[in-house]
């Protein structure tokens, strides 16, 4: 009896542990890793979108307020006080469908900053991909882009605007905008959790680049020895490229999307790197 006892505690396997240590060399995220953990992820986004609509009395409706309000009063200080030039479209059109993939970067890049200081319990019980935390933000953001991307048809049978056939490129254009946001993202809120001065400053940050960002005026208002510099704003490309798509404000700007994309990209390699040579300190100082 006693044999068959050892003999069924050495067949117990040890516990696992995981270390979560120092990547050597270049390391971004570990995607095999990220797809076995998909269910969690798709918890998480959903989680964050049932938490941020929930006891509300308008519910999903509220992601429509922030872009409606600000076309309002953009329309009413840029478009009929101050007169900016709208290369020929409604300003109201002009200003929201800038206003519509604007709002979902803003809002995702302070979702991904905070996303690691407001799931602290989880980082400190249980391991999983940090990546999922900033991931989940910036993926639960995109109903909100549907659904205030929505009122842009109405705006446009409204003001009886036909958009062009650069209408197909709008995937690229929300691939752009999508790693913008992740990558970003990803550099921030591991700044954050070192750092806590970054999650209050990122707000003040994100409305100031707005007005660096084509939203309430044209590119053509740029001078134009100036526009591949500042396309170097990823965001100038997405966003005078929906309205070059949508709304036929001139010729698709192939050159700025370029740019955009590649910054795009450097963003996202960087925010990647960032991210995984210091998540092993995140459950020590969140």
């Known amino acids: ?45 959903w989680r964050d979108i049932k938490t941020r609509y929930s ?7 509220w ?31 002009f200003s929201y ?7 979902y970067f803003a809002n995702s890049l302070i979702d991904a900053t905070n996303s690691l200081n407001t799931n602290t319990a989880m980082l400190t019980k249980v391991y999983f991909p940090r990546v999922i935390l900033p991931l989940s933000a910036v993926a639960a953001r995109a109903m909100d882009f549907l659904i205030a991307f929505a009122l ?19 995937p690229v254009l929300l691939l752009i905008l999508i790693a913008t946001s992740l990558g970003l993202g990803m550099w921030l809120t591991a700044l954050s959790v070192q750092y806590r001065d970054v999650r209050y ?12 960002t084509p939203v309430v005026y044209p ?6 020895r100036f526009h591949l510099i500042y396309a170097i704003n990823p965001m100038v490309g997405v966003i005078e490229g929906f309205r070059a798509g949508f709304l036929g404000t001139g010729p698709m700007p192939w050159d700025m999307i370029g740019i955009g994309a590649a910054t795009a990209a450097f963003f996202l390699l960087c925010g990647s790197v960032i991210f995984r040579r210091t998540e092993r300190f995140f459950a020590d100082v969140a």
Not at 7 to 31: C, H, K, M, Y
Not at 73 to 81: K, M, Q, Y
């Open 1 to 45: 009896m006693a044999d068959v006892i050892a003999n069924q505690e050495e067949q117990v396997a040890p516990p696992r542990t995981i270390v979560i240590g120092q990547q050597s060399g270049w390391a971004f995220v570990d995607l095999p890793e990220l797809w076995r953990y998909r269910d969690m992820l798709l918890f998480v986004v």
């Open 55 to 61: 006891q509300s009395a308008i519910g999903i409706g």
């Open 201 to 212: 400053a990122i707000a003040f940050m994100t409305q100031l680049l707005m007005y660096g």
């Open 152 to 170: 842009v048809v109405v705006l446009m049978a409204w003001y009886r605007v036909e958009p062009t056939w650069w209408v197909a490129a709008a």
């Open 63 to 93: 992601a429509l307020v922030q872009p409606v309000f600000f076309m309002i009063a953009f329309t009413f200080v840029f478009g009929r006080l101050i007169g900016v030039k709208s290369d020929g479209s409604p300003y109201a059109v």
């Open 97 to 103: 469908i800038a206003l519509v993939p604007w709002t």
């Open 219 to 224: 590119v053509s208002m740029i001078p134009e």
